[in-house]
């Protein structure tokens, strides 16, 4: 669509709503959209404290239904691997791995510093069942740390992404079809 002159800059045209108001109709359904969405609502504004609570209140109400409504969801299994990995007896683990494998990938032989990760050869949720079944009086997170099969070179090996990549969804692709 091309312009010209005259319609792409209206000076001193008023806008198409000026000194037009909303209908009640109109005021109450703004009033109930913003009753539903508050957060959108307040963006910008100063919130006061009890409006905070309460839009606080009902994001951690819809996050955790939305999350166990899911299919999908699997217990919070996600935020645990996540804890683990964070944690400093793995981060020794993968080191380890990485010094007894040379700092290279065992199927490629890429030695991509940034591009290796340690692979548990026996698969995190297998472990991770392992040790919730062996060590039953302690959290998930305690029994995988405390769970020595978990920390066992023999069950890691360096790879480049790409060929974790291929290991990790490669054989679940084999498993399923």
């Not at 045209?13 to 009640?24: A, F, L, M, R, Y």
């Not at 890429?110 to 472990?127: I, P, R, T």
Request: glycine share 8%; hydrophobic share 25%.
């Amino acid at each position: 669509m091309k312009f010209t002159n005259s319609t792409q800059f209206k000076k001193g045209i008023p806008s198409w709503n000026k000194g037009k108001k909303h209908s009640e109709e109109t005021k109450n359904k703004i009033r109930i959209r913003r009753l539903k969405n508050p957060t959108r609502y307040w963006l910008g504004k100063h919130i006061p404290k009890e409006m905070k609570d309460k839009i606080s209140k009902t994001m951690i109400e819809e996050k955790t239904t939305s999350r166990e409504n899911s299919p999908n969801w699997k217990g919070g299994v996600t935020q645990i691997r996540k804890a683990i990995e964070g944690s400093t007896q793995y981060k020794q683990w993968r080191q380890q791995i990485f010094i007894r494998d040379s700092f290279t990938c065992q199927k490629c032989g890429d030695k991509g510093g940034g591009n290796l990760e340690a692979h548990h050869k026996k698969s995190l949720s297998e472990l991770r069942q392992e040790a919730r079944t062996l060590l039953p009086l302690f959290n998930l997170y305690d029994a995988c740390i405390l769970y020595t099969p978990f920390w066992d070179i023999s069950n890691g090996i360096t790879l480049c992404k790409k060929c974790h990549k291929k290991i990790t969804f490669g054989n679940k692709k084999k498993k399923g079809g």
